[in-house]
């Protein structure tokens, strides 16, 4: 495979970069607009503690980390799109703060003010019997850009609260309706919709649920419909129908998905025959579609939520990420009337919550967030500007073997990975290639996220790019600059590794319950 001009490694080059930006366009001779309009001190640090050096090892933390064995470098601010650990190294930051959720970036001054405001007035009340008018208006403007008949917002703390809260409001929705029967979840195999009992049990990776597995609800799961097993959708809607009928299909709760995948299947959208097959079977079987916007919600795609696109409008919808904007933590379930109106002719009660849904300052951040999105264009912006950034992908990585394709909806991308050697298998797992990309692009001071291969068989090497929506047009040319170097860099790197690798066994089917 042929070598590209290396890029020099290291951090040094970027470590100069510090020449403030404003939000969309260039560089600025002052502070940008959104900067922080007054100097914001570290926490003080503790004499001999850890905290000052970087990255930390788990023995010299007393944080309990996802992973004991990786040093964690210690981030201490950012700006834009970039962050900076306590060594001074700087980081490109491709995927908006590591989880999407850094959707204006990093340092924005009027998300703060808001939410120093808010908290000056009232930072806290509980809503069990109080609301208050942060809260209040923040379901008026989320209704207002939701889709055609979403009248209510329930709000959470998290994206796993929301998409648990519309399992919860699914089933009650039936039981108000005296449909007792109704319970039994089917969604997609190949998914993540969070970390808790219930969310775990709604993805059908069999990695994903570890020892959890005794604790976890039985549903129901069938296989995704990828150019690799089911381009049509119709092997899905297939599928659908077996796990209907073995259901029952008077007990069917709820059709729980993702309008476009994230970190499972970066940026895929099942085909439109299975969305036109979905609608049909819900109104002949009765049961919700719920769709988890955690990920897609306020603007990813170009789209206040990526649902509206689709030929199956949803019941519910769950969200979190955008909305906070990684200022707050706070989600939402978007309620269409007709469900709504099974409550309100019901029991009139829905009681179950946590301690801070809802509250004035989480509230006061979201109605930031969507004022801003609105005032800046950034629905537009991410849409047109999406579609370019996808093609100079595509374009940067053509010409190398391994990638197979490169998927896009506004600032939702990603890229997968196959065995060259027959151009549609996955790639040995034992490359790694997922890691090694990770790796890379953090060496070269770039911030993606990849996933290695699973264990059903439905996904490979593949590797997530998600901008936050603030990125200047140079920032963009940067990443995708960056990133096609370290792709270019492990291509080359497991080229004679490859030759000498088994080659994996293709799947055409996997999943089930």
């Given at each position: 495979m042929a070598s590209r001009?290396?890029?020099?490694?290291?951090?040094?080059?970027?470590?100069?970069?510090?020449?403030?930006?404003?939000?969309?366009?260039?560089?600025?001779?002052?502070?940008?607009?959104?900067?922080?309009?007054?100097?914001?001190?570290?926490p003080p640090v503790r004499e001999g503690s850890s905290v000052a050096r970087t990255p930390i090892e788990s023995e010299r933390s007393h944080v309990f980390p996802l992973e004991l064995a990786r040093p964690m470098p210690v981030v201490a601010r950012g700006?834009?799109?970039?962050?900076?650990?306590?060594a001074g190294n700087r980081y490109l930051d491709a995927m908006s703060g590591g989880s999407m959720a850094a959707t204006l970036g990093h340092g924005r001054g009027d998300i703060v003010a808001a939410a120093v405001a808010q908290a000056a007035k009232l930072a806290f009340v509980h809503n069990e019997r109080l609301t208050n008018p942060a809260q209040e208006r923040l379901a008026e403007e989320l209704t207002a850009v939701a889709p055609e008949g979403f009248t209510r917002a329930r709000f959470t703390v998290s994206g796993a609260d929301a998409n648990e809260m519309a399992l919860q409001i699914a089933r009650s929705y039936h039981v108000e309706r005296g449909e007792h029967h109704r319970w039994q979840v089917i969604s997609p195999a190949q998914a993540y919709h969070g970390p808790t009992m219930q969310t775990l049990a709604l993805t059908g990776r069999p990695g994903m649920h570890g020892p959890?597995?005794?604790?976890?609800?039985?549903?129901?799961?069938?296989?995704?419909?990828?150019?690799?097993?089911?381009?049509?959708?119709?092997?899905?809607?297939?599928?659908?129908?077996a796990a209907i009928e073995e259901a029952g299909p008077d007990t069917i709760s709820t059709y729980f998905c993702e309008a476009i995948s994230a970190a499972a299947l970066p940026a895929y959208t099942p085909p439109v025959r299975f969305w036109e097959g979905l609608a049909e079977r819900r109104e002949r079987h009765g049961f919700l579609v719920c769709f988890d916007e955690v990920v897609t919600g306020?603007?990813?795609?170009?789209?206040?939520?990526?649902?509206?696109?689709?030929?199956?409008?949803?019941?519910?919808?769950?969200?979190?990420?955008?909305?906070?904007?990684?200022?707050?933590?706070?989600?939402?379930?978007?309620?269409?009337?007709?469900?709504?109106?099974?409550?309100?002719?019901?029991?009139?009660?829905?009681?179950?919550?946590?301690?801070?849904?809802?509250?004035?300052?989480?509230?006061?951040?979201?109605?930031?967030?969507?004022?801003?999105?609105?005032?800046?264009?950034?629905?537009e912006r991410v849409r047109e500007r999406g579609a370019k950034l996808r093609q100079e992908l595509a374009d940067a990585l053509a010409d190398v073997a391994i990638v197979r394709e490169v998927r896009g909806h506004g600032y939702l991308l990603g890229v997968s990975f196959v065995d060259p050697r027959d151009g549609a298998s996955f790639l040995p797992p034992t490359l790694r290639v997922?890691?090694?990309?990770?790796?890379?692009?953090?060496?070269?001071?770039?911030?993606?996220?990849?996933?290695?291969?699973?264990?059903?068989?439905?996904?490979?090497?593949?590797?997530?790019?998600?901008?936050?929506?603030?990125?200047?047009?140079e920032d963009l040319g940067e990443m995708v600059s960056r990133f096609s170097d370290v792709v270019h860099q492990v291509a080359q790197d497991v080229e004679p590794e490859l030759e000498r690798a088994e080659p994996v066994p293709s799947t055409s089917s996997g999943g089930g319950r």
């Open positions: 001009r290396a890029r020099p490694r290291g951090l040094a080059l970027y470590r100069a970069r510090r020449t403030p930006r404003n939000r969309i366009g260039g560089r600025a001779d002052s502070a940008p607009a959104g900067a922080v309009p007054y100097p914001v001190p570290d700006e834009g799109v970039w962050i900076e650990d306590v959890f597995g005794p604790y976890l609800p039985q549903h129901l799961h069938i296989p995704p419909s990828t150019w690799r097993f089911d381009p049509t959708g119709e092997a899905a809607l297939e599928a659908l129908d306020v603007g990813r795609t170009g789209e206040w939520f990526a649902g509206a696109a689709t030929a199956c409008p949803p019941d519910l919808i769950a969200t979190a990420k955008g909305l906070g904007a990684g200022y707050a933590a706070i989600g939402a379930v978007l309620v269409k009337e007709h469900v709504y109106q099974a409550f309100a002719d019901g029991s009139k009660r829905f009681t179950l919550g946590h301690t801070w849904d809802g509250a004035p300052l989480a509230c006061a951040v979201g109605i930031a967030v969507i004022d801003a999105v609105r005032r800046e264009g950034l629905i997922g890691g090694r990309i990770d790796a890379a692009a953090f060496d070269r001071g770039l911030i993606v996220l990849s996933t290695q291969p699973t264990r059903d068989g439905f996904a490979g090497d593949q590797t997530l790019f998600a901008p936050a929506f603030t990125a200047t047009d």
